[in-house]
């Protein structure tokens, strides 16, 4: 079947780095997207992993490793603006279909 | 970026009813997704909206429940048909593929319509 596991809270204070992990394991394998939501609204991109390493976009990175079925999203010098949840997804197909994982809550504290 | 609009932004409504829900886009894309999340939970796909023909359903949807239309590269609409309070949830339509894009790794999501059933 397939699965994306991922922790269902984390909490950090302002300033801090937080990682969150994403363990997948789907049929096929084209890419490893993180998406952000904050409560009451639509979920936005934040990054992309076709292939194995880090990538990063301002204060977010992102990493993905192919052969451990695992990536994780980097967040650094956290704002109180980025408590929200984050989901990972894959995407299995040149259909562009996302299957999404469990999702993140991620509580940022002064 | 695109734009994409959804109508209603929310709706209540009685059991045993249908509700079209419509999902508008300033630009053409290539593909376009309709997903269901419950509050607080992830994301479920429901259907490819395929211009111009039938939709593709995930396991667990059938089309009768369902309906799906797309007539065009900047619109669809989802019906959510003989409503039982268990369909109680937020329906948002994605994007995918914008007009001068090379390839659809992002996606774009509409704002969501709240949907619930009594």
Redesign the interface.
Known sequence: GQSLEQPSEVTAVEGAIVQINCTYQTSGFYGLSWYQQHDGGAPTFLSYNALDGLEETGRFSSFLSRSDSYGYLLLQELQMKDSASYFCAVCEDSSYKLIFGSGTRLLVRP | SAVISQKPSRDICQRGTSLTIQCQVDSQV??M?WYRQQPG?????IA?ANQGSEATYESGFVIDKFPISRPNLTFSTLTVSNMSPEDSSIY?CSV??LAGVNY?????????TRLTVL
Do not use: W
């Open positions: 290539t593909m997704f939970q992830s994301l479920t796909l490819t948002l995918v593929g659809g790794v992002e996606q774009f999501f509409g704002p969501g």
